[in-house]
């Protein structure tokens, strides 16, 4: 960490993000590229941690460098803090490393007091712009510095309208504004027992600590949580001088993006609104303009806009995302960044950028959120039954796609309720606390708010169908109903929405399979070109292999064999193999079994076509097959002919006090051998009848669960070999097969040396190895990990991203020691991180081989896999000192 | 491994243990000093191992081998195998690196055929001695070969000695031994399909296989998992030419300790039969003379034998035990090996040695096995109570220590038994198969042979009280009961036996504390001088703590607060926490709860006097302290004046999947910082109230139990420091506390150069790591062990001795990772093999400064410690290459 904590614009690059964030590095390339940026400087990145290593406190030394460089931007505008003739203002705002939109703090007009006032009617002659912008200020920096709730300051904005009989704030005098100012102070103190701060350098330093702290509200936790953004990155304070897009009917202020955001296409797409502040277009309260309509509004400003838009693009190489506000007709760039896109749009960008030559393949690759992906694959509106349905209402298509499902009016009962079914959050508008409740969401629905407001954003990121500004639409929030038209729908009632038009319907309409191709297609191809990680899928029937395939899957990493003996043709069969007093007994019923499992593996291998199959051995404890509840098992034994005694007995014999770490897996194999013997026959019989059927090489792979010592797997493993050999025998055929092992087990991992001898393969089941790693039953986590997130001790669900620095590091562990017994083993993951490209990014890393995951993340995978391959290069194992390991 | 399979005893040294086992080795060095010992060679442990890789059989370059060595020997004592006139008979033995008494196979008298007793008839003119030879090899050849009963042939004995109406084997003649030898072939072919083999080259080969099998039977399994031999060693095979102790009144065998085995005290002590083989002696069968008789039946023997005898003592600095055989008239040495020995024997012996300048206190501390310890620490009996106790008979004191148990008669029964409490196992004999029976006995106590009989040396080496040879007793299997004189015991009733007197009484006696001093003390010193590994205690009481203390104890390693929280005074406030629905309430039961705790530490701090203490804070899940059955939580409900409906809501709310993985340790002080809290101060307040009183420098060690992440063990630690620093401010004293975890978690372990940042120490909770690192719930595990056991695919059971491989690979990962962080950080173990030897050695091995156990293995823990340094000299701490781990 250098001494140095603070940058003026001028000071800095766009690749200096890590230390000035995403806002200050692009506001100091844009000064550098001769931009008209009103002059700043950026408190850095090393302050914020600083912040927080001393306590949450800002160190003098750090003090006095603010100051130094507040007296560099004094001397650059010839303006001066709290200053009587030529005051300065400045904005405060937040800035990552990467873009959190609206997730930590802004305060505007910062240096306004009575006397600053003074002068800035003298200067400006606009009393009513001068206490707008005071009583603007002082509602911020109360939220923001003192969290003094902003609503409160909206109802005392509602009691002088309504004492002035006026509906709209624009209708209120600079009388008014001054009289919010002296009630917003009153209210400042009476709450705060402290005077509403006149000093500007202590309104500055305040709002500095103020931002910093914001790093660490409960929606910016949230957001790096859902984001994978480290917690020890930190914000930077960009400290800017003011311009005003509300100095009367010639100062303006919008944003826009270089291309459509929605679809992608190449034209100037965004929202601005005449006499206002940023905070007015975003907040979604006015509705603003489109930026065509500038062209008419102001030439010149459209032209000079335009044409920085075309720069920024061609430097940045990518779609940006820009706000600019008009003083008075003077055109100031205020911020840019590369914009969030819909899934579309952002095939499109890729796509068009490299056909317009301004980038290369693999730079395209890297621009798409793999995670979008999502929204492209899964179904849309049955189009037969969406011509028959009549909109109930239409808004302002913002995030494409379609969601059917109940209506909740706030985000804590939406995220409640999505535990149980397709949610779809409505709300007046959506704010930054709204997160997780929209996250929740299959669809969102807002009554106020453009294309840019929150909503919009936040929901195209996601990929969660949106619309926006649905002006028929009524919340009454104390019965928990909307009204569209004089249709009422109450909460839990479903509705549909149509995210690529801003339909609304009453009701559910049946979706159907989305079609990939287009943009898709190419990416895909691109992707499957550049990648060397396989792509495979979890599968446990023919049906889920298929779509699978037409996701791109390469094979299948795992087939989980339990699932198909809970079918209710099945169940009984097990049952009474699980009931058996002996060998004989039991392997009547495993009989039965083999021709049901022969028949299941049969159809996924004939799907397959010749594509690698894993199939895993029977994992489940044998309790999971039978009834606990005394009136369930008396239901059962009459069922199965037996005594609720003797059926009892069974279940209390099987019964586990940890069943996550018990009787199951490959344990069950050790004492049944006769199990594990009837699968890899169904197995090899399936294989060899589909091969001579298809004339495909099938290579069955048979996986065994639960494995913690080599001797154990070689146990089983030889078993399964004996009963292959003599299946392949008798057949007169030939058939390669593999033996392998799932590594689930931390043992395994640590003794992959040894486990490896036994094992062909290699696959990471990362469910079952974090739950041991962590010490954490999935099953009960729910009940502590709340406190986690809340108190920041996790930043994420060890179960939705691997953990690298534990889970990961045991995995890496294991691949070294791996390879050195069999250098070219095959290692691949069956978790349900296998479709999580941050996890993907690992095991590339590591030297995977394949990443398998559930059909609907084939796509994601392809694309992160790629993405992989061009951030790390090509893997290479080397050897390891294995005293180290 | 070398080319080279086969060794003739010239050719092998004393150092040779690993390829020639203990007794080949011990055989080659013996011949290299000159004795008398009848010539032969050796097939290594490299063959065992071969035999074992190549699929259980002999290859033919081996065989080849073999029978070169075979042809040496026959060159070398001018015999043949087979030869009519001057035939080679040999003994096959098998040989361990380390001694495995009676674990394993031997044939004697291997090479009689008919036409080879015929010659054997010519040349020695005893007819009945080469059938007796010829009859005993058939019945061991069948046994050990082909696994026929024992008890077949036995049987056959018996009925000759029937028909002849005679009682001993003795009186019969050399007719009837040869119609043995025919029943015997009968027999064998009979239930074999075979002809028993003529041919001696294939009688030789089927021994030597045989022997090699016998590595892997059930017994040899069972003895090696409980004295930690690795199944990989292999047995080497002994092929020696025979000399016979049973051809007349001037031959003879014997066994033999340079010191006594029992006492220690220095002289010849052991018991030879003339006319007899070796069989005979150990058996048991006939009662045997003692070593001193054979002064006045053979003094020229005797003198022989006591000068070979104190040579072999100086030579191999320790009390050996051998085996001769007189073959008319001529000394033979057969066997000498490091002997077997009582507790207070091992301690006399190892001071002695010493004392007579024969070996260094290091070399004397080597010889003590640390777990026979157990036994002098153990309660004896009570005097009082035995001066009034009447002995219903008396043995041979086998094995010293007091036994009180219930009966039973044969090992299963009394291996299940004694999970229930307390056993005594009563045999006519042992043999090799009651080896695990004997183990989880008490007392062994045997109506026949010797005290070197099977049941006396196993026995003392497992550190059992032992009696042997009571006549008195006499068992009826059928009634499962035992009569001694005019008394009966039925199965499940209680006797107690004196294993240093040999009384056995009817009924149980009172037992008190042992006394060490003496030997013991002095050993103690010794091993406290050397050790560099300091040794703690898992103590929960001030009584504990006492005992440990008096067992040389240098602190606590663990103090576990709930068990404190179960007594039936703490429970109801305990309860009242848990079903608290606020902060406040929780609040109000947490204050009554510190009053108690306070002085349970108190309690504790006043005893060690100075020594550090380690505390856990609350571990167990809430739900241990409720009830689960209805009819419980109803009475409960009552008791405590709240709805069922209620207390049952909080049970079921409580209620989790997999407890031990689940809501418990650390995660309920995230999520109730105030128990940690209460703990805390509790500590704390403890702490400076008995500085204050005693002037002792207390310095308590707060530990935070499993941890999984760096951010987590912060949140609590710092809560504990926020109490503790106010607790210590408002007291006006000084006092200095440590803030450290439990390592019981992989992911800890994993990432403990974060976690060390957090800790100032760290304490190896080896329970839950093992549990964890396997994905074994202890609870559950019962189910499918005893399957892994029996099919040897675990050597040991995990959570009696610690996995070097996987959970001692995660220990040392941490260590390492802990030392980068903090260089000084004391790493410690808590689990329960910090009281077992072979994990002792593990933790030196990797630095840790100490380890804890139960107080009554302090005493073991000391001398392992100081026979870890002695092995491995002072640990080195090295850095490491962060990438690597």
Redesign the interface.
Same mark, same amino acid.
């Given at each position: 960490m250098s001494n140095k904590y603070v940058y003026l614009f001028e000071e800095g690059t766009g690749n200096m993000r890590e230390i000035l964030g995403g806002k200050g590095a692009n506001l100091a390339e844009m000064t550098s590229l001769g931009m008209p940026v009103p002059p700043g400087f950026t408190v850095s990145t090393d302050a914020c941690t600083r912040y927080y290593d001393d306590g949450e406190r800002i160190d003098k030394e750090i003090e006095a460098e603010i100051f130094e460089y507040l007296s560099k931007l004094e001397k650059i505008t010839g303006k001066k803090l709290g200053d009587g003739t030529a005051p300065l203002l400045v904005s405060v705002r937040s800035g990552a490393r990467v873009s959190m939109p609206g997730m930590m703090d802004t305060i505007l007009n910062l240096g306004i007091n009575d006397t600053v006032a003074g002068a800035m009617i003298q200067l400006t002659g606009a009393p009513r712009f001068v206490y707008d912008s005071y009583r603007r200020f002082i509602q911020m920096y109360s939220d923001v510095v003192t969290g003094l709730p902003k609503s409160n300051f909206e109802s005392y904005i509602a009691m002088v309208k309504d004492r002035r009989g006026v509906t709209n704030d624009s209708e209120l005098t600079a009388d008014d504004m001054k009289e919010l100012v002296s009630l917003f102070k009153d209210f400042y103190s009476g709450n705060t027992r402290n005077t509403f701060p006149d000093d500007p350098k202590e309104q500055l330093i305040e709002s500095v600590k103020a931002v910093f702290r914001s790093w660490n509200n409960p929606r910016a936790i949230a957001y790096r949580r859902m984001n994978d953004i480290p917690s020890y990155w930190g914000t930077a304070v960009t400290v800017q001088s003011m311009v005003f897009g509300n100095m009367g009917d010639d100062s303006g202020t919008g944003v826009a993006f270089t291309r459509d955001p929605a679809t992608g296409e190449k034209r100037l797409y965004g929202e601005f609104l005449m006499n206002a502040q940023g905070e007015d277009v975003v907040a979604g309260i006015r509705t603003p303009q489109t930026i065509d309509q500038l062209k008419t509004i102001s030439p010149e400003v459209y032209k000079e806009f335009a044409a920085t838009a075309a720069k920024l693009e061609l430097h940045y190489k990518d779609m940006q995302d820009m706000e600019f506000t008009i003083e008075r007709g003077k055109f100031y760039m205020l911020q840019t960044r590369n914009g969030k896109r819909t899934a579309p749009a952002a095939l499109k960008v890729a796509v068009d950028l490299v056909g317009e030559g301004m980038c290369t393949k693999q730079e395209a690759l890297l621009k798409i959120e793999p995670k979008q992906l999502d929204s492209l694959i899964h179904p849309g509106f049955d189009p037969v039954a969406l011509k028959k349905s009549i909109p109930a209402a239409t808004g302002l298509a913002a995030s494409p796609g379609a969601a059917c499902g109940a209506v909740y009016f706030n985000p804590d009962d939406a995220k409640r309720a999505a535990k149980n079914g397709p949610v779809v959050l409505v709300r007046s508008e959506t704010s930054p606390e709204d997160i997780e409740g929209m996250a929740a969401a299959e669809g969102i629905l807002t009554a106020t708010g453009g294309r840019t407001s929150h909503a919009a954003v936040v929901a195209r990121g996601m990929g969660i169908c949106c619309v926006v500004g649905c002006s028929a639409l009524r919340i009454n929030k104390t019965e928990r109903s909307m009204t569209v038209g004089n249709q009422k729908v109450m909460q839990g009632e479903f509705i549909s929405l149509d995210g690529s038009t801003g339909n609304v319907y009453i009701g559910s309409i049946p979706t159907v399979e989305a079609v990939v191709g287009g943009y898709f297609a190419t990416i895909m191809e691109w992707a499957d070109e550049i990648r060397a990680l396989r792509v495979r899928t979890n599968a446990d029937t023919p049906r889920d292999a298929a779509t699978a395939l037409k996701f791109g899957a390469e094979g299948i990493g795992l087939t989980r064999t339990e699932h198909m003996f809970f079918d209710a043709d099945r169940i009984p069969v097990m049952r009474e193999m699980i009931i058996s007093e002996n060998t004989e007994q039991r392997q009547r019923a495993l009989e039965k079994l083999l021709s049901m499992q022969r028949s299941d593996f049969e159809g996924i291998f004939r799907v397959m076509q010749g594509r690698p199959v894993t199939i895993r051995l029977l994992d489940p404890p044998l309790h999971e097959f039978l009834p606990t509840a005394d009136d369930d098992i008396a239901d059962l034994a009459d069922e199965m002919g037996v005594s609720f005694k003797r059926l009892k007995s069974t279940v209390r014999s099987l019964h586990?006090?940890?069943?996550?770490?018990?009787?199951r897996g490959c344990?069950l194999s050790?004492?049944y051998p006769e199990i594990a013997m009837m699968q890899a026959r169904a197995i090899i019989e399936a294989a060899i009848s589909v091969k001579r059927e298809t004339n495909c090489d099938i290579i069955p792979e048979i996986m065994i669960p639960?494995v913690?010592?080599a001797?154990?797997l070689k146990?089983v493993a030889d078993t399964v070999r004996e009963v292959a050999d003599i299946v392949i025998k008798d057949s007169k055929t030939q058939l390669k097969y593999l033996v392998g092992t799932m590594i689930?087990?931390?043992?395994a991992a640590?003794?992959a040396d040894?486990i490896a001898k036994e094992a062909e393969f290699f696959s990471f089941g990362t469910n079952?190895l974090s739950?041991?790693?962590?010490?954490?039953?999935r099953?009960?986590?729910g009940?502590?990990l709340p406190? /986690?997130f809340e108190?920041? *001790?996790?930043e994420n669900d060890p179960f939705e991203h691997l953990?690298q620095?534990?889970?990961g590091?045991?995995m890496d562990i294991a691949c070294?020691l791996a390879r050195m017994t069999r250098s070219d083993i095959h290692l691949g993951i069956c978790g349900e991180s296998g479709g999580d490209p941050v996890s993907i990014e690992f095991c590339h890393r590591i030297g995977l081989s394949y990443v398998s995951c559930s059909p609907y993340r084939v796509p994601i995978a392809r694309l992160a896999a790629a993405q992989s391959q061009i951030k790390y290069g090509t893997f290479k194992a080397h050897l /390891?000192?294995r005293n180290? *390991?």
């Open positions: 586990e006090a940890n069943p996550m770490m018990g009787y344990r050790v004492t639960l913690c010592e001797r154990e146990y689930e087990v931390p043992r640590l003794t040894e079952d739950q041991l790693t962590y010490a954490f039953s099953d009960d986590s009940k502590f406190y /986690y108190k920041n *001790l996790f953990d620095k534990g889970v590091k045991l070294k /390891y000192d180290l *390991l």
